[in-house]
């Protein structure tokens, strides 16, 4: 299946999708290169486009949207970055400025790298006419570009607010273009993914070979809700979070479930057929590579922090510390089995083969989740084609949980969704009997431990408003964290300020 998806990878020329410099007029630029497919040559076939559309699924391997996630946690309570990946240090210490560079440069540039490409491949898709492409094929190629487009957009609404809203490809004269109001670039996440739900396959992910599905739309909209559904005093809003409850609710009917093992989602030679899986961005070793396993088992780049170790339970479900089973001298015993699977400390051992890591452990820890025991020990050679997972069920019950308990409060249905993500790993039920702030709070706890550095936390910090509050409070970090409400939203680029020849003006916050 990975190999269907993205064999075609190799074809990276095709990811500028033949775009630069396809309006020239010297007769010696009109010449068809001899090394690359030539945009004269291209989009003739339905063959062009599914090497296209390929394309662009490849686009998804951006380290922004796939390697670096697991960093987006060393900008919280969870890790530390040792490296500074992506400025992540820069970022915690609240030096923020649109020259701040890493992460702040590569969500923008990689979103909108994403963005200029599907909105190529719709262009050319709309202009075909060729016979071997049917309306329905057309729709569903169409769809499958939205959903990308969708998830782009979706970064920039998050990160920046208001952006550039761009849906066709620019030209030298249009190439500026001034920011669009933030609402406006959420009305446009929603109407890519409401077009990608409508024209997606009704089928599971894991039967699609690679390709997005309705449910992986349907998902990504869940998600999307959930991160609008309060308000910028952290207040939820009933109408937004009723309809992400109810997509959910369709979801929990839709033929996924919870890989009975939990590390099966994470491991490359069982993700393929885990039932968990909605979408992930594939990778195929030796072409395709990733390192996402070696940067983060070996080399450490994220080390988790002693208050993210501190908050697994007990396998009592009391809390470490308070439980009679508290070990200070040995912290990962008779804990959540998801802190094993998460978390490393010395030398992990998976079937008699002990992992050294490569770096020092500034905290004590290292993340567990991500190792490929098969290709141990890592070297500079070692490659893995572990896919990343963009949407898993295991979330999907998460978010339902959290917005039926804040329509309704804590209804068995919620009991259900967040007992069946603890019931997975041998955990105890949460105690029943709580009002609905006692379940929020277990809610976000178990979001936290079950999503451990899947790039959950930090948007989850923000949405809730609860960033300027939890992050100053952090005093195990390495280095001092520091948090403004001005941070809620980032600066645009320098670079694209500069560019942009006084087009872009700058967030209110960074002037």
């Known amino acids: 299946m990975k190999k269907y998806i993205y064999n075609l990878f190799k074809y990276s020329a095709l990811s500028l999708f033949l775009l630069a410099g396809s309006g020239c007029e010297k007769d010696f630029l009109e010449k068809n290169p001899l090394d690359q497919i030539s945009s004269s040559t291209f989009w003739k076939t339905k063959a062009d486009f599914d090497m296209a559309l390929t394309a662009s699924y490849a686009t998804l391997q951006n380290s922004i949207f796939s390697t670096a996630m697991p960093n987006m946690d060393a900008l919280t309570d969870n890790g530390y970055g040792q490296h500074n990946y992506n400025g992540s240090q820069r970022i915690v210490q609240g030096d923020i400025s649109p020259s701040s560079g890493g992460f702040i440069n590569d969500v923008y540039n990689g979103s909108y790298q994403g963005i200029t490409r599907i909105n190529i491949f719709l262009q050319q898709l709309s202009n075909y006419q060729g016979a071997d492409i049917s309306n329905d094929l057309k729709a569903r190629y169409e769809a499958e570009a939205r959903f990308l487009r969708g998830f782009y957009y979706y970064q920039l609404y998050f990160f920046y607010g208001a952006v550039p809203l761009v849906t066709e490809p620019l030209t030298l004269e249009t190439q500026n273009q001034p920011k669009a109001p933030a609402d406006k670039i959420l009305e446009q996440v929603m109407s890519d993914l409401n077009f990608a739900i409508t024209a997606l396959p009704n089928v599971r992910y894991g039967a699609n070979n690679g390709h997005a599905v309705k449910s992986s739309a349907e998902a990504f909209k869940a998600r999307v809700l959930m991160y609008v559904g309060y308000n910028e005093n952290g207040e939820p809003k009933p109408e937004i979070l009723t309809q992400a409850r109810d997509l959910l609710s369709g979801l929990m009917t839709s033929g996924y479930s919870l890989d009975p093992v939990y590390e099966n989602v994470f491991r490359y030679n069982t993700q393929e057929s885990s039932p968990e899986i909605m979408f992930s961005i594939k990778f195929l ?95 500079y050679s070692t490659q893995s084609h572990q896919d990343w997972v963009v949407l898993r069920y295991g979330e999907v019950l998460l978010m339902y949980a959290e917005a039926q308990n804040e329509l309704v409060g804590p209804d068995q249905s919620v009991y259900d969704a967040i007992n069946a993500i603890r019931s997975r790993v041998g955990m105890p039920d949460v105690p029943k009997g709580l009002n609905k702030v006692q379940m929020r709070e277990r809610i976000r706890q178990e979001r936290r431990i079950e999503l451990a550095f899947e790039g959950f936390r930090y948007y989850d910090l923000k949405r809730w408003r609860t960033a300027e509050t939890v992050l100053p409070q952090v005093k195990d970090g390495i280095i001092p964290y520091k948090f403004e409400k001005r941070f809620y939203l980032w600066p645009l680029p320098q670079t694209e300020i500069d560019k942009s020849q006084g087009v872009l003006v700058q967030n209110p916050d960074y002037k």
């Open 285 to 379: 070793a030796p072409d395709n590579a990733t390192a996402m396993d070696q940067w983060y088992g070996d080399w450490l780049v994220v080390s988790p922090l002693q208050n993210m170790v501190n908050a697994y339970e007990s396998t009592d479900g009391l809390p470490w510390g308070v439980s009679p089973l508290t070990n200070p001298n040995n912290p990962m015993e008779n804990r959540d089995p998801r802190l094993a699977k998460t978390i490393f400390v010395n030398a992990p051992k998976f079937n008699g083969k002990e992992h050294l890591p490569s770096n020092n452990r500034p905290t004590g820890y290292g993340v567990a989740k991500f190792l490929s025991p098969d290709l141990m020990p890592y070297g």
